[in-house]
């Protein structure tokens, strides 16, 4: 074996795979990968087909595990649906009680977050692809993906320790002299616990995968275009305007797409950080009571919930695993249509 | 190719000097604002690893790593137990989820045609996207269907990471898979080797470096799970060295625990859950770091 010389291409280790799971810059533009080639027309061995049986029962697993999924949530889920007062979690009355404003409270949240993260993380991309010096991308790359590296409950007990005290003072203020305005009306939390202090923590912790997919896109500029702006003594910052933002748009739209689903599936660092209110819907940022997440309220309810409870929780997570299903589906029809070279 | 257009055009000439003072200040100031977001996404992971280091460091004594929490209650105790689930419950996960991902990534690169394996392809795509609260309802569902309601057990907690952790194996061996030059194959078959001693014997020592590393940078994902852990696996302050009864705790549910369940003396709780928090950072980072070295280090050589 030693003779044998396997060529690889050059493989830009960017982080995304590690993020996102997903093949990267590795791939021929324009061109599918071509498929391993058949090893013969004859008849198949026992061992093939022994094998060929394994990985392709293997590969069914995935399918039936995640058919799975969907089956069991929907028929644990469904009976919650038709439950009354008495049977559900904080008392609800209907399951859509119960069902509406988390379904709200997450994807609320979750909005915060991007609004927050995307600006930060398109500047981190900018920083590391454009502005630091080639020798320092990696290091400064890595870096910014311990932040994912970083366990979410870590995060919630940092959130709720350390920040949300932290920003106490600052939504005293803003309560104060910026009242009038929708968002920040009503009494200021005296703990910080507010739905716009776990937004924040939901940013910092999707900030590292869309960093990483705008890197990605960014690096992938073609030169020539580049280079024709800086030869018609465009600035860093024009260069940056008119050759890389176009064709990176789409990119960065995909990678703020994951962003949200991983944002609407973040459980612990909410359930922490939050000092949720049930059945409430409101867009006020600075109040005590805060509308709560969907995944939040699996967690705050499930271990100590039974009989029908339980069956609502469930129907929860269905209905989050449909959201978050759908935004990755869109996000990766975006980045299938998006592959350079398109 | 996108045709560029500046918009002041006339002005540009000679270099910097004569770019037009606005410009300038445009591009000065940009140069700035990246810089400075820059440094402020810095700033959480500083403050977060800074109060992690600090208050971790309190407790970070033999009786941590040498006491379960059993009959604690105030200063004292350790997470023994919840060092011990980690291991059992990964173990396990790595178990279940390993073999599988890599079985699932050899469907896909030498076997996977048509509309079946661009399913497969899809739902694994799917199953990335998952989050992890809802990988832990459906374990909880399949072993309540078996084990009626209310079950808590550390398998069960192993198949919900298996959920999350799979979709990582796959994409990164199926990469590492497809990188293996075609040349090798054909050489293989050539010399009349069977297809499934070609995959065991060529392209799976060829690509095994890049499988480790990924399969450790899933380890890493599920280590700091909590969520699924919550619901499925439970928590409890004794020793479980069985995987298949009882609630098991892991050290993401023991920091969880130790905030939600504090008692009179909170500092000590507190201290608890930073140095489990510390502890847990700390070995997802070397997971992390190792996964990387694994990667250069056994790659095939190329010259």
């Known amino acids: 074996m030693g003779t044998v010389v ?182 200021p939390s005296a703990t910080g616990r507010t739905i716009l202090t776990a937004a924040l923590v939901l940013a910092v912790m999707v900030l590292p995968i869309i960093a990483a997919v705008c890197r990605e896109v960014f690096l992938q500029t073609p030169a020539l275009s580049v280079e024709a702006a800086l030869a018609l003594g465009a600035t860093r910052w024009e260069t940056i305007r008119l050759a890389v933002f176009p064709f990176a748009r789409s990119g960065i739209v995909s990678g703020a797409m994951l962003g949200l689903g991983r944002a609407l599936g973040e459980t612990m660092a909410i359930a922490m950080v939050l000092s949720p209110t049930p059945f409430l819907m409101s867009v006020r940022l600075l109040n005590n009571t805060n509308p709560n997440t969907i995944a939040a309220s699996i967690a705050q309810n499930f271990p100590e919930a039974y009989g029908m409870e339980v069956n609502a929780l469930i129907g929860l997570g269905l209905i989050l695993f449909v959201i978050t299903f759908a935004v990755n589906y869109l996000a990766r029809r975006v980045v299938a249509r998006s592959q350079p070279g398109a | 190719m996108a045709v560029i257009v500046l918009d002041r055009a006339p002005s540009i000439a000679l270099g910097k000097h004569t770019v037009r003072r606005g410009r300038r200040v445009a591009d000065t100031a940009a140069t700035w604002v990246i810089c400075g977001v820059f440094g402020l996404a810095l700033i959480p992971l500083v403050s977060l690893l800074w109060t992690a280091v600090s208050r971790g460091l309190s407790r970070l004594d033999a009786d941590f790593f040498g006491n379960s929490m059993r009959g604690v209650v105030g200063a004292g105790g350790g997470a023994l137990h919840a060092i011990l689930g980690t291991g059992l419950i990964t173990g396990a996960t790595i178990v279940l989820s390993v073999p599988l991902g890599i079985a699932a990534a050899i469907y896909l690169v030498e076997y996977g045609r048509g509309p079946f394996a661009r399913a497969v392809t899809f739902l694994v795509d799917v199953m990335t996207g998952i989050p992890s609260i809802v990988a832990g309802l459906f374990a909880y569902t399949v072993f309540s269907m078996v084990f009626g309601p209310g079950v808590r057990s550390g398998v069960a907690g192993a198949l919900a990471l298996s959920l999350l952790m799979i979709p990582v194996v796959v994409r990164s061996s199926e990469e590492m898979l497809r990188l293996v030059p075609d040349d090798l194959r054909e050489a293989a078959y050539a010399l009349g080797t069977p297809k499934y001693r070609t995959i065991g014997k060529i392209v799976l020592p060829t690509a095994i470096s890049g499988i480790v590393s990924g399969s450790m940078l899933g380890v890493a994902r599920i280590v700091g799970e909590t969520a699924p852990l919550l619901l499925v696996a439970g928590y409890s302050d004794a020793m479980n060295y069985n995987l298949f009864s009882e609630r098991m705790t892991t050290l993401p549910v023991y920091i969880y625990q130790q905030w939600k369940f504090k008692g009179a003396d909170v500092a000590s709780y507190d201290d608890r859950a930073w140095t489990a928090a510390l502890v847990l950072i700390a070995f997802v980072l070397v997971i992390n770091l190792a996964s990387r070295l694994v990667a250069k280090w056994f790659a095939p050589k190329t010259r």
């Open chain 1, 6 to 187: 396997a060529e690889r291409p050059a493989v830009r280790d960017s982080g995304l795979n590690r993020l996102v799971g997903q093949p990267e810059g590795t791939r021929p533009p324009g061109k599918r990968w071509g498929k391993a080639p058949k090893a013969s027309t004859g008849v198949e061995r026992a061992g093939d087909r022994a094998a060929r049986r394994l990985a392709t029962a293997a590969g069914a697993t995935i399918l039936v595990a995640l058919a799975g999924v969907g089956l069991f949530l929907l028929a644990r889920g469904l009976p919650a649906v038709r439950a009354g007062q008495g049977d559900l979690p904080e008392g609800a009355t209907s399951f859509w009680q119960l069902a509406g404003p988390l379904a709200f409270g997450s994807v609320w949240a979750a909005a915060l977050a991007l609004l927050f993260a995307i600006p930060v993380a398109v500047a981190v991309a900018l920083f590391i692809s454009m502005y630091a010096p080639r020798r320092f991308a990696g290091p400064l790359g890595a870096t910014v993906d311990v932040l994912a590296a970083i366990p979410s409950v870590v995060y919630g007990l940092w959130g709720l320790m350390v920040f949300a005290p932290m920003t106490a003072g600052l939504y005293r203020w803003l309560s104060d002299h910026m009242g009038w305005f929708p968002l920040f009306a009503g009494k």
